[in-house]
C-alpha cells in the first residue's frame, strides 16, 4: 500500500498544484496523510483548502495544524515573532465560510491521531507528543513514547526526516526488539531545508519504502500574490527555503 504525506502546505498555491501533478506518476496511491498547517504564510489558504478538498485519495488522516488551532481560538501569543502574528490575523480575516466549515468540522482535534493502515500502527501527530502543536520530533531527542508504533508521521519543522528506533518487545524471532520508522515529509509551501522546492512523501508502507519528492514550481508566480497583506519575509523565504 502507498500513501502520500503532505505536511505544512501555508496556503501556497503553486507549491501544492506541482506536488499533486507529481503524485501523479504514482499510479497506486491508496490514501493520503495530512499533517496540519494548511494555512497561513501564504496568499491562497482558501484555495489550499479547496484543492484538499477534492483530493482524489481517500483522506486517512487530517490534522489540525498550530496554525489552524490558533486562527480558530484567535491565540497567537505562542507564535516567536510579531510578524507571524499579524500573518496569523490576516489569514484568520479572509478565509471564507467554505474555509471555516473546513477547519471545525473537518480536520482532527488535537493535533494527533493513532489509527492502522497496511496492517501497520501509526501515529501522526502536526507536532510531537511533548506538545502537540508547538515542538516537533528531531533527531537525538529521546522517543520511548512512540515505542507502540510501527510508523510515527510528524511535521511543523519543515525539515523532512526519516528515522529508525528500536524498542525492547518480548519476541525471540526478532530478537526481542520492535522498530518504529518516523518519517517528516517537510514542507510543501515554506521549506526550511535551504531547498526552495515543494516537498513531499511517497510511502510503501509494507515495503518500508520512502521516496522524498522535492518538486520544482513557479515561485515567481506565487510572490506575485504578495502585495504587503504580510511582512515581506513570508515572500522572499519561498526563493531560498529558509
Known amino acids: 500500500m502507498k500513501i502520500l504525506i503532505l505536511s505544512d502546505i501555508h496556503g501556497n498555491q503553486a507549491a501544492f498544484r506541482a506536488a499533486l501533478d507529481r503524485a501523479k506518476k504514482y ?16 496568499m491562497h489558504s482558501n484555495e489550499v483548502i479547496q484543492m484538499v478538498r477534492a483530493l482524489p485519495y481517500p483522506i486517512l488522516c487530517n490534522l489540525r495544524g498550530n496554525h489552524e488551532d490558533a486562527v480558530l481560538r484567535e491565540e497567537y501569543g505562542q507564535f516567536s515573532s510579531e510578524r507571524g502574528r499579524e500573518s496569523a490575523r490576516y489569514t484568520r480575516s479572509i478565509l471564507n465560510q467554505d474555509s471555516w466549515e473546513y477547519l471545525r468540522c473537518e480536520m482532527e482535534m488535537g493535533g494527533k491521531k ?10 501522526a501527530v502536526h507536532g510531537s ?27 511543523h519543522s519543515h525539515l523532512p526526516h526519516l528515522m529508525e528506533a528500536y524498542y525492547p518487545f518480548e519476541d525471540v524471532k526478532r530478537r526481542n526488539k520492535k522498530k518504529a520508522i ?15 522546492r515543494a516537498q513531499f512523501v511517497v510511502l510503501d508502507v509494507e515495503r518500508e519504502e520512502a521516496v522524498f519528492e522535492k ?20 515572500r522572499e523565504r519561498l526563493k531560498w527555503g529558509i
Open 114 to 123: 493513532a489509527f492502522v493502515v497496511g496492517g501497520k500502527s501509526c501515529l
Open 27 to 42: 499510479r497506486d496511491i491508496e490514501g493520503c496523510i495530512l499533517l496540519g498547517d494548511l494555512i497561513d504564510y501564504g
Open 129 to 155: 507528543l511533548e506538545e502537540e502543536y508547538w515542538i516537533s520530533i528531531r533527531a537525538g531527542q529521546p522517543l520511548s513514547e512512540y515505542g507502540e508504533y510501527d510508523y510515527v508521521f510528524s511535521g
Open 215 to 234: 518538486v520544482e514550481y513557479e515561485i515567481e508566480v506565487e510572490q506575485a500574490a504578495y502585495y504587503g497583506q504580510v511582512d515581506d519575509f513570508y
Open 182 to 196: 518516523f518519517i517528516n515529509p517537510g514542507s510543501v509551501g515554506q521549506p526550511r531545508n535551504l531547498n526552495p
